[in-house]
């Protein structure tokens, strides 16, 4: 990339002087389009403002065409700065590119190319334009099929076309940026427009893309990276509510470095939706256990003692520690649990038969890899206490009623040929839940619990 082509701002490329009569010669621009452009081009904010007020959809139109007529990368990158002036002053005038008399030029065409094909500048104006725009479509617009036809035409671009073309740009920026200070950035910003759309989420998990916003959940030191910061945590919080994004958040380094970060931060923005991510992810899985562990509870205490000036995130620092003492009580009894299965002092105690232990304790069985339920398993190989032997029938009979994967489970563990063995054991009380058992094993959590107990 040209040094000069990575510094290009937009206030520089305005500055330049650009000769339409040229493009009106050519017949490029019509006389309309000339006249518009003689009352906007190097107009004060103001007037600019005035004239789309008035006349919006015409000079929408008129940027359009002339990004899908002129191919000069100089004019290109000076209607691209116009348009982004325009959308900064007033995001409200993406509405202009859904106007009727601007639909018939299939608006979203010139930006999907040029942030295809374009250079970092025209990029990252595409980007951005892109976002906004398809972000404020009218709803009759999503009449779209998965064949990419409207209800009203047949447009080169759907909106569907631009939303996944927009998760490729964002995802190949996050790994390789095309510009050393604006490319993440800009790419987390039009990603916090854009992912509340289902098509994006989807496609942006499935390109590996939470992966790759990870490494910037970290403490911020200046106003640029705490707004980037900030945008990265909107992101995670909005993927908290898609499943499949979940199952990557509770999986990788990011509920650590949110904890690290609520730890540091004195903006309230940032707390505010770090926290009311950890509360949408704490129920989900073992993340509640995780965020115990990772001593949460400490933290929201801590953050409580705060001047904190905002009460709604009051309100959710306070749903935040409920939800953390109920993860704090089950644990506690699953710690007993687990004290008695890695001791091999496995008895009749009133959570083995207890269906609220299993019920509201059975994902903390998948910790570690299923670290408790091998040990379990383990005990009727090696133990001779017939005690211990029918306790570890019987809870194992209960985890392939309450686990939805519990048959499946026990049964790649290699529990049933040992649990069989035990049906001819000589205490009936081994017999007896060993059978217990396998007819769960067998039947599956579906009919286990007509089995008596």
Not at 287 to 299: E, S, Y
């Amino acid at each position: 990339m040209p040094a000069d082509q990575a510094e290009l701002t937009t206030d520089q490329v305005l500055k330049r002087d650009i000769s339409w009569e040229t493009y009106t010669t050519t017949k490029m621009i019509s006389g309309t389009g000339l006249q518009l452009l003689r009352r906007y081009d190097n107009k004060p904010s103001s007037e600019k403002a005035q004239l789309l007020d008035s006349d919006g959809p015409a000079y929408v139109r008129l940027f359009v065409t002339i990004l899908r007529d002129i191919f000069k990368e100089e004019t290109v990158e000076y209607v691209l700065a116009l348009v982004d002036e325009m959308l900064s002053g007033n995001p409200k005038r993406a509405k202009l590119f859904h106007d009727k008399s601007v639909a018939s030029e299939d608006a979203y065409d010139p930006f999907l190319r040029l942030l295809r094909n374009g250079n970092s500048f025209i990029q990252e104006k595409c980007c951005k334009i892109l976002a906004l725009a398809v972000s404020s479509r009218p709803k009759t617009e999503d009449a779209v099929n998965m064949d990419g036809e409207t209800s009203a035409s047949k447009k080169k671009f759907t909106t569907v076309d631009v939303l996944r073309g927009l998760v490729e740009w964002i995802c190949v920026q996050l790994r390789q940026p095309s510009h050393p200070t604006r490319g993440i950035p800009i790419a987390i910003n039009c990603l916090t427009i854009i992912l509340k759309e289902p098509v994006v989420r989807s496609s942006f998990v499935k390109a590996d893309g939470v992966k790759l916003l990870v490494p910037l959940i970290s403490p911020a030191s200046t106003q640029q990276s705490m707004q980037l910061l900030y945008e990265t945590c909107l992101c995670v919080w909005l993927l908290s509510y898609y499943e499949p994004a979940i199952e990557y958040l509770a999986t990788s380094r990011s509920l650590p470095r949110l904890i690290d970060v609520l730890k540091g931060s004195k903006k309230e923005k940032v707390i505010r939706v770090i926290v009311l991510t950890l509360k949408n992810l704490l129920s989900k899985g073992t993340i509640g256990a995780q965020l115990v562990d990772l001593g949460l509870p400490h933290v929201v205490q801590s953050l409580k003692a705060q001047a904190l000036s905002d009460e709604d995130l009051l309100e959710a620092l306070n749903q935040l520690e409920e939800g953390l003492k109920d993860n704090i009580k089950k644990l506690s009894s699953f710690e007993k649990y687990k004290q008695e299965v890695l001791l091999g002092h496995l008895d009749w105690s009133p959570m083995h038969k207890d269906s609220i232990f299993w019920r509201d304790n059975i994902t903390c069985f998948e910790e570690n890899d299923f670290q408790i339920l091998r040990v379990l398993i383990t005990v009727l190989d090696t133990s001779a206490d017939p005690r211990a032997l029918a306790v570890t029938c019987f809870d194992l009979s209960q985890f392939i009623q309450y686990h939805p994967a519990g048959r499946v489970i026990v049964t790649d563990l290699k529990a049933k040929d040992r649990v069989m063995k035990l049906m001819n054991h000589e205490n009936s009380e081994v017999t007896k839940n060993a059978l217990l058992c396998i007819q769960r094993l067998f039947l599956g959590a579906k009919y286990a619990s007509f089995l008596q107990v």
